[in-house]
């Protein structure tokens, strides 16, 4: 059974827990393959609401195994409070998976990432300060600390004193900070050894095997395709890949067993962090979306900036995923507009633009060309089929699909798990 991707196709924060969520039914295995706690999920079941930060989504559903791949970034303290967190709700986290390959956040990774980042001033690019892109750095320099690690106390000392050794020059030297001792972070980090030893795993191996004995796995990414380190708005990007080509790296997957690539897209447009935003709304209409939404970060509570939907970013995401679905989420949040303005191409020096432009300085002066389209007031929480919609909001969405180069096969109508319009079947 081939696997399936689930990628963001905006700039995150589309609803990709709630599309997981909906496929846990119809799963073996939910893949989280690149990112870390910087990244956050809000899955609603009944009246109970899950924000998850570093555990896949899968998770909460009871037949699901979950995996944490290699190309994740863990911060052992966030992983253990999280999982600790849904056991005293009463969900079963005992068939989690960790990669033994994954690297680990350290507290000089969370250090550096803030005190870096003050240091930017103006120049900052709005991260988290969780210490993500200081832990994927040292991955990608080979001095990185990895899951593995914990369990060989020798190699784990040899790795935090040698990494400490030049980062404390830089903490004292160059931002006026105390030097991080490298016997308290060895003792911390000796500590986590035995509490998450019982979810390691070779997750390749277990993947493949999985996949050789006909069960259908998700990969989950975090994030988005705008922040692609490599495919995004850089540098106000992540540190890894969310797009599909990293489910392969980050998962351990090859490419030819992946059938599906789904990308989730939001109904209009947000961010969170610096960066261009052709279609930011800092009027009322941008208020409103953010207070109906309730666009407020998962992981980071920083409220996200709102804007109207861009067929632009959508198309590029289609192209550089790969995309052949969309789940098209929060449908509902547009309820109540007399025109929906939806963003069509870009203006740049004076010229039409239909495509992404790669240049990072074209996209920063690019003006969004607006179509409009006609919007609805009736209430769309309670649709179970397409034809259930207000006429207007079926055309909305049929405007969408078009515009966005692959068909939408599933459309969110409220927060809630069952608040769903299945159109095309994703398996």
């Known amino acids: 059974m081939p696997a399936l991707v689930l990628v963001g ?81 009463g969900i079963d986290t005992s068939k989690l998976l960790i990669s033994g390959n994954a690297h680990l956040i350290t507290p000089y990774h969370r250090t550096l990432d803030k005190v870096t980042e003050r240091f930017l001033g103006k ?67 000796l500590g986590y050894a035995d509490k998450i030893k019982p979810f390691l795993a070779d997750t390749t191996l277990v993947l493949d095997e999985a996949l050789k004995a006909n069960k259908v796995v998700l990969l989950e990414g975090g994030q988005g395709t705008l922040l692609d380190v490599d495919h995004g708005t850089y540098p106000f990007v992540t540190s890894s890949n969310p797009t599909a080509g990293g489910a392969c790296t980050g998962a351990g997957i090859g490419p030819t067993k992946i059938d599906r690539v789904i990308g989730i897209l939001k109904a209009y447009t947000t961010r969170v962090g610096s960066g261009p935003f052709p279609t930011e709304l800092l009027d009322a209409d941008g208020e409103a979306l953010r207070r109906i939404g309730g666009e407020r970060g998962v992981t980071t509570g920083r409220d996200r900036r709102c804007g109207w939907f861009d067929a632009v970013i959508a198309r590029y995401a289609t192209r550089v995923n790969g995309l052949t679905d969309f789940f098209l989420t929060k449908l509902d ?49 309670g649709a179970k089929t397409f034809g259930d919609l207000p006429k207007n909001a079926q055309a909305y969405v049929k405007a969408l699909e078009e515009m966005s180069g692959a068909p939408i096969s599933a459309i969110g109508v409220g927060p809630g798990r069952y608040e769903t319009i299945q159109i095309n079947s994703f398996i």
């Open 9 to 89: 196709a905006q700039w995150g924060d589309e609803g990709k827990g709630k599309a997981t969520d909906l496929l846990g039914g119809s799963v073996d295995y939910v893949v989280r393959y690149q990112g870390g706690n910087n990244a956050g999920h809000t899955v609603v079941i009944g009246d109970q609401k899950y924000a998850l930060h570093l555990l896949p989504s899968g998770i909460l559903s009871p037949n699901v195994t979950p995996v944490i791949g290699n190309g994740v970034v863990i911060d052992p303290g966030v992983l253990l409070s999280e999982l600790s967190g849904l056991n005293e709700r």
């Open 123 to 189: 120049r900052r690019i709005g991260t988290t300060g969780r210490g993500i892109g200081p832990t994927y750095a040292d991955k990608i320099n080979r001095v990185g600390i990895r899951v593995q690690d914990l369990f060989d106390e020798s190699i784990l000392q040899q790795k935090i004193e040698a990494a400490l050794h030049d980062k404390n020059q830089l903490l004292v030297k160059l931002y006026n900070r105390r030097a991080i001792p490298a016997e308290l972070v060895l003792e911390e980090y």
């Open 333 to 381: 949040v547009l309820t109540g507009w007399e025109q929906i303005p939806v963003c069509v191409a870009y203006e740049i020096d004076g010229k039409r633009v239909e495509e992404l432009p790669y240049n990072q300085s074209d996209f920063h002066h690019a003006k969004p060309i607006y179509e409009t389209l006609p919007g609805w007031t009736e209430d769309i929480s």
